[in-house]
């Protein structure tokens, strides 16, 4: 289970998405069309590894372009999800970590 806490969303938000313009250059970003709900959901139907200090990550093919990954400033399907060890959300974006 994911848990979407006000911080990981906004930091979501912030900085991996075209609603803000983002704090830093390099940062992978969702489609403005993509339901983030939904890729949320569709991570927590994915076992996690470990991520280190206390975290956990999930990465998954969405099936669909979902953004644009920054290492490659290619469109990509692969969604990173991490979180806290208790499900806490940290952060998502699309590509690789």
Same mark, same amino acid.
């Given at each position: 289970?994911?848990?979407i806490t006000?911080?990981?969303w906004?930091?979501?938000?912030?900085?991996?998405?075209?609603?803000q313009?983002?704090k $830093?250059?390099? %940062?992978?970003t969702?489609?403005? #069309?993509?339901?983030?709900v939904?890729?949320?959901?569709?991570?927590? @139907?994915?076992p996690p590894s470990?991520?280190?200090?206390n975290?956990l990550?999930r990465t998954?093919?969405?099936?669909?372009?979902?953004g644009i990954?920054y $290492?490659t400033? %290619?469109?990509?399907?692969?969604? #990173?999800?991490i979180?806290?060890?208790?499900?806490?959300?940290?952060? @998502?974006?699309?590509?690789r970590?």
């Open positions: 289970m994911i848990n006000k911080r990981g906004q930091h979501i938000l912030k900085h991996h998405t075209g609603s313009p983002p $830093r250059a390099k %940062k992978s969702f489609n403005d #069309t993509e339901n983030l939904q890729l949320l959901n569709e991570a927590a @139907m994915h470990g991520g280190g200090k975290k990550v998954f093919d969405a099936g669909h372009e979902v990954d $290492r400033d %290619k469109a990509t399907s692969i969604v #990173t999800v979180t806290r060890a208790n499900g806490d959300l940290i952060t @998502m974006f699309p590509g970590r």
